[in-house]
């Protein structure tokens, strides 16, 4: 149990789950420009935040995340490429999120 100065009890945190731990405030953010950069579809409208979650085949995923990944790759190894490591590691993220949130549906 844990006792606070105000009297208030709870049971411990120990091995739950720490998400404020686990995950980065500045990945966190850099994700949400980079989702909200890309709310904007090809005819200029933008898209509902949680469009993804619809559901995108993952054989669609794992090509992107392929692109992205080497876009990655040739920037950490010195290359030339049209993105940079921020962009490039957003949309890997949101790759690896989709197709495991389309893992964990079945």
Known sequence: MR?????????TDEMKNDYEGFLSPLVIESFG?????HRIQADGKPRESDNWQKGIPQNAYIKSL??????LWKLHRGHKCDVTVEEACNAIIFNIQGYL???LKK
Not at 3 to 11: H, L, M, Q, S
Not at 33 to 37: A, I, L, R
Not at 66 to 71: Q, S, T, V
Request: net charge positive; no cysteine.
């Open 3 to 11: 006792y606070f100065k105000t009297g208030a009890t709870r049971d």
């Open 33 to 37: 420009n980079y989702m909200t950069k």
């Open 66 to 71: 392929w692109r992205h990944f080497l876009d």
């Open 101 to 103: 949130h389309e893992h």
